[in-house]
């Protein structure tokens, strides 16, 4: 087994925002690991519609802490043995993060997409 298709198999990405970052952080996911990637967003995001294993959570950076809290402990709990890794790419869920760094930090691997995808 390729490393590829083992990452694809541990890795279970969730992406904050639907933004040109969000938008590579999907295509980046795919192409390196062989892996979807479920996205968390406030906009329509009609371009993710058409790639193949996305699935889309509209639940936007205004939401209620404990509500988007609750969307994203849905997810951790729908990883099961992969690694429930949370990707931020959309400023707008910057301080949401902050916020509830530590509860996060317990649930995910946290990453921002500048890590991801090379940027400083």
Do not use: Q, W
């Amino acid at each position: 087994m390729k490393l590829k298709e083992l990452l694809g198999e541990c890795l279970f990405p969730v992406i904050l925002g639907s933004n040109t970052e969000g938008h590579a952080c999907v295509r980046r996911m795919e192409k390196r690991y062989g892996v979807g990637s479920t996205v968390v967003t406030g906009k329509r995001a009609l371009t993710l519609r058409f790639l193949p294993d996305v699935k889309l959570i509209f639940a936007p950076p205004t939401l209620a802490d404990e509500f988007l809290l609750s969307v994203l402990r849905d997810l951790e709990d729908e990883s099961g043995f992969r690694l429930p890794l949370l990707i931020e790419c959309d400023t707008a869920y910057h301080d949401f993060v902050v916020r509830n760094r530590a509860e996060l930090e317990a649930r995910f691997i946290l990453r921002h997409a500048r890590e991801l995808l090379g940027g400083s």
